[in-house]
């Protein structure tokens, strides 16, 4: 019961941080997430410790805990690190390519367009980044698919202080592109657009931004 308890305490914490609803540098208090989750605060603690695990936020001694305010630098590394991954999993995706497969894909990209239609930020922000969670999962592969989940989490967090404006809209556009080329089963051309997508929604952050 704990452990679900710690569970969606997270999930709703990761939750509102990625929808940008809890802002890079808010505090988060304990006894007011107690009071809202209805649990102890000792829950509360174990929750706050596992996102810091996962960097979304920071806990300083004497002060408490407060949503992660990453750097520049830091951006720069966990985007370096999602092309590493990212590229050899494109790889590995048009290989085993199935007609299921790209008819979910196809149904989540057309998700994508409806949310930049009806400018739903927090929709869009969340289907953007659960594109590439989806093609890891539809691998069956449970690891990668949580490890991308835990990075996006953390670009979520970087783009909301980083991201200058029409990066989404780019992006769902070149989801399109890629689910094609991997539809079309040109393995070279999926992950040569896979890693100027990752390269530009890097290059579309102003990480000179303070």
């Not at 199935?98 to 009806?118: S, V, Y």
């Amino acid at each position: 019961m704990e452990t679900s308890s710690t569970h969606v305490i997270v999930s709703a914490l990761t939750k509102a941080i990625v929808e940008h609803r809890l802002m890079p540098g808010s505090k988060l208090a304990e006894q007011k997430l107690a009071t809202h989750f209805g649990v102890s605060r000792t829950l509360v603690r174990q929750a706050l410790f596992q996102l810091s695990q996962n960097r979304l936020i920071r806990m300083e001694p004497a002060r408490g805990a407060f949503v992660a305010t990453p750097t520049a630098e830091e951006a720069q590394q966990v985007f370096a690190v999602r092309r590493m991954l990212e590229v050899q999993m494109t790889r590995e995706f048009v290989r085993s390519i199935t007609p299921a497969k790209i008819r979910t894909l196809k149904a989540h990209t057309q998700q994508e367009k409806e949310a930049l239609a009806r400018d739903d930020a927090h929709g869009r922000t969340e289907l953007l980044g659960d594109f590439h969670v989806r093609m890891a999962e539809l691998m069956g592969n449970q690891v990668l698919g949580q490890i991308l989940s835990e990075l996006i989490s953390r670009c979520a967090l970087i783009t909301l202080m980083y991201q200058s404006s029409n990066a989404a809209e780019h992006s769902a556009e070149e989801h399109a592109e890629i689910l094609k080329a991997i539809a079309a089963k040109d393995e070279d051309l999926a992950v040569k657009l896979m890693d100027e997508h990752l390269r530009n929604v890097e290059e579309g952050l102003a990480l000179d931004r303070k």
